[in-house]
């Protein structure tokens, strides 16, 4: 075993999360490399001690650009505003230091095509942070469709809705203003990466994209509340996607259902411990979607847990994407998702907002 200095750049809820996460991992997956929570900073000095002393690091920053140059870290986690993603990249890239990036990819499609070029040129290691997709029972149906379980897909319909801003009344935030800031930047980025992960690349979207409550407080809202697209994949399947934080009563609705030709799997993230499965086969009067609750035969789920139907959790999710980023870094090789990958996303709500604008289908570049 090795260690490995970690420094995590911001200590709100992602950066508490990936924190739980480095401290955790070595003894859920055996990790070669064992992290050690050395620096984490913060929006300001009295902020990064403060996370400091709560999350076990052993020293704090009052800038990034201090953790990025100290010699002790050798691993970088970005879990600051978007705005931030590509010159932290930047600076830690011309060290030749591995970098996980939280969701989205930078604040712009600009700033993830820089990224991506960035890892590229320099040939850092770096991941990107679509934690959903990692449970044991989405794994499992991303296997399910890839092995041909339920036959060719012919439809996907994907949504990521909550309700954090469905009160009128809920005043102005950081999440009122700035185009990342908005459900397209938030919780849309989730969901395209389960519909690319889960059915492949998308060849062309019809979005709409809106702000519901336009005034918090007497605060002008500046970006969007919610947006949904028809879309078409590659392989030929039909899609929809829908995005929120003004559903009422939805909390985690990270949903998706997929139908195919012999079959169809349903999945909601607010009973993340079951996958419901439908097959075509069989006489008629036993057909039915059954629920498969998660256990040790499912992807990640046995080194948290023995017990079938027990259960993994949010936290678990994190658990899981710091084990691949470790391994990527003790191989040198990025492993999924990677800058590329948050790349395809971006292109993707790219497109949507151009088809907004422009009223109509727009065609994607996935090249």
Request: glycine share 10%; with cysteine; hydrophobic share 40%.
């Amino acid at each position: 075993m090795t260690d490995i200095g970690i420094g995590i750049i911001g200590g709100g809820y992602m950066g508490k999360a990936h924190a739980v996460a480095h401290a955790a991992v070595g003894a859920v997956f055996g990790t070669t490399l064992r992290p050690r929570l050395e620096m984490v900073a913060a929006s300001s000095p009295q902020s990064a001690e403060r996370y400091r002393k709560a999350f076990g690091f052993a020293r704090a920053a009052s800038d990034w650009q201090t953790l990025v140059q100290d010699p002790h870290i050798e691993a970088i986690v970005i879990a600051s505003p978007p705005e931030t993603h590509l010159e932290i990249t930047r600076a830690a890239a011309a060290l030749g230091k591995p970098v996980f990036c939280e969701k989205p990819l930078g604040a712009s499609i600009d700033d993830a095509e820089a990224m991506v070029a960035i890892a590229k040129d320099t040939g850092i290691v770096n991941m990107i942070g679509f934690n959903y997709i990692r449970t044991p029972a989405s794994q499992f149906a991303r296997r399910l469709i890839a092995d041909g379980a339920i036959g060719d897909v012919t439809w996907f319909r994907g949504e990521h809705t909550e309700d954090f801003y469905a009160d009128p009344d809920t005043p102005a935030s950081w999440r009122s203003s700035g185009e990342s800031n908005g459900t397209m930047g938030d919780l849309a980025p989730h969901m395209v990466n389960a519909a690319l992960a889960l059915i492949g690349p998308i060849g062309a979207v019809m979005a709409d994209i809106e702000t519901v409550h336009t005034s918090r407080g007497g605060v002008a809202v500046t970006n969007d509340d919610q947006a949904q697209f028809m879309c078409r994949f590659a392989n030929g399947a039909m899609g929809h996607l829908y995005f929120s934080r003004v559903a009422t009563g939805r909390k985690m609705g990270y949903i998706y259902e997929v139908t195919g030709t012999k079959g169809a799997i349903r999945f909601n993230q607010e009973d993340q411990n079951a996958l419901w499965l439908y097959k075509a086969d069989g006489p008629e009067a036993e057909r039915g979607f059954r629920q498969i609750l998660t256990g040790p035969a499912h992807p990640d789920y046995l080194p948290f847990c023995q017990g079938p139907g027990h259960g993994t959790g949010y936290q678990d999710q994190i658990i899981i994407e710091a084990r691949d980023f470790l391994e990527a870094i003790a191989t040198g090789k990025s492993r999924w998702p990677s800058f590329r990958d948050g790349l395809e996303v971006s292109r993707v709500l790219n497109a949507a907002r151009r088809s907004k604008a422009d009223g109509g289908w727009t065609c994607i570049d996935n090249a």
